[in-house]
């Protein structure tokens, strides 16, 4: 696994985009995994920077998001449909039929995971899956205990998701119980993985995903079998980990390669 610290939130966000652009620039058709919530909010903002002044092509770009929350429609503003749709699709050239984004008020939930699955086969596989994690250490809505092998599914959401998701909505209770979310196992089949995490609330689980042992109790641990997983942090979420100083080496030592190779 490969971390990357930055010093604050703009920082991680500018670098995360910078990573997605090269992806996208390296291959225009490209299949890309999408989050959402709070932390890829400024990597969006930097995405639609990268259209809108560097005429970066999303045109041939397909999305697949993570997850759904059960109940909710696209047109409703806590959906992760609408999410998607008011911080980066309609501001970016992507093709309409070459978004998906869960569907969280089908008649019949388990055939749509099926054939969320089946649309992701069709499409080749994804090349590069943007992460966020939650503070229960889940990625998607894979809560603790859950398979490493799973593929996408209906999930009961853990009380501290429902906890910390509360902020969007009014009340707690509002928050749906219930999300439709990619597997860890279909999660670690995309090519690349790139997962960003920011902010003090991060440190402990961040420290535990990337040092400590792989365990479903903490589902972004799985990453570390992941062949190119990298993680950018910003300081606050990289204060508890033991090997920062190695990370930066690596780090050091990359941009020497880069420089003499000038890849
Ligand atoms: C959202 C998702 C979740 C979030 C996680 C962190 O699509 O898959 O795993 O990435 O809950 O959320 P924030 O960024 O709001 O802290």
């Not at 998906?100 to 596989?125: F, K, M, T």
């Amino acid at each position: 696994m490969e971390v990357i610290i930055e010093s604050d939130y703009n920082n991680m966000s500018k670098r995360a985009a910078l990573i997605i652009a090269g992806e996208v620039k390296r291959k225009p058709d490209l299949v890309l995994g999408l989050a959402t919530g709070s932390t890829p909010v400024g990597t969006y903002k930097e995405l639609i920077k990268l259209h809108k002044e560097e005429g970066l092509d999303f045109s041939k770009v397909t999305t697949f998001n993570l997850d759904e929350y059960i109940g909710l429609s696209p047109l409703n503003e806590q959906s992760y449909n609408y999410f998607m749709w008011s911080n980066l699709f309609n501001h970016i050239n992507i093709n309409r039929a070459n978004v998906h984004i869960p569907l969280g008020n089908v008649d019949d939930p388990d055939e749509h995971c099926s054939w969320y699955e089946e649309r992701i086969r069709q499409a080749g596989g994804i090349d590069l899956q943007l992460l966020g994690i939650g503070g229960d250490g889940h990625i998607a809505f894979n809560e603790p205990g859950s398979s490493m092998a799973s593929r996408t599914r209906i999930k009961a959401l853990d009380q501290q998701t429902i906890t910390d998701n509360s902020r969007f909505f009014e009340r707690e209770e509002e928050v749906p119980r219930f999300a439709i979310t990619m597997g860890i196992g279909t999660i670690l089949e995309a090519e690349k993985i790139l997962l960003i995490a920011n902010g003090k609330k991060k440190a402990d689980v961040c420290a535990k995903f990337i040092e400590g042992p792989i365990t479903s109790q903490i589902t972004s641990s799985a990453l570390q079998l992941h062949k190119h997983a990298v993680v950018v942090l910003d300081e606050d979420a990289a204060s508890k980990l033991e090997r920062k100083v190695y990370y930066n080496r690596v780090r050091d030592q990359k941009l020497i390669i880069e420089k003499k190779t000038g890849r």
